[in-house]
């Protein structure tokens, strides 16, 4: 299925998430002991899914478009695994 920035955007948030589990790539992970942010792909933008640890649930999706986003992540991508 593919699904643009702006229709991505107007999901609600289970369906955000349901879109997100099946058809995006994931690409890395940012974590702590209270939160984990994974970074997907979607077609031409990216997904940010934000999880509370202790609370076990989501609290936050964020799509974007700008690379400027991924800085955060750069260091953590292994592209290799992507191109295959």
Do not use: C
């Amino acid at each position: 299925m593919k699904i643009g920035l702006y229709e991505f955007n107007i999901l609600d948030e289970n369906e955000k998430a349901q879109t997100v589990w099946n058809n995006g790539t994931f690409l890395t992970n940012k974590s702590d002991d209270l939160k984990a942010v994974n970074l997907y792909a979607l077609g031409d933008f990216y997904v940010e899914v934000w999880y509370d640890k202790p609370h076990n649930r989501i609290t936050q999706i964020r799509s974007f478009k700008t690379t400027n986003n991924l800085s955060p992540y750069l260091d953590d991508l292994d592209l290799d695994s992507l191109i295959q």
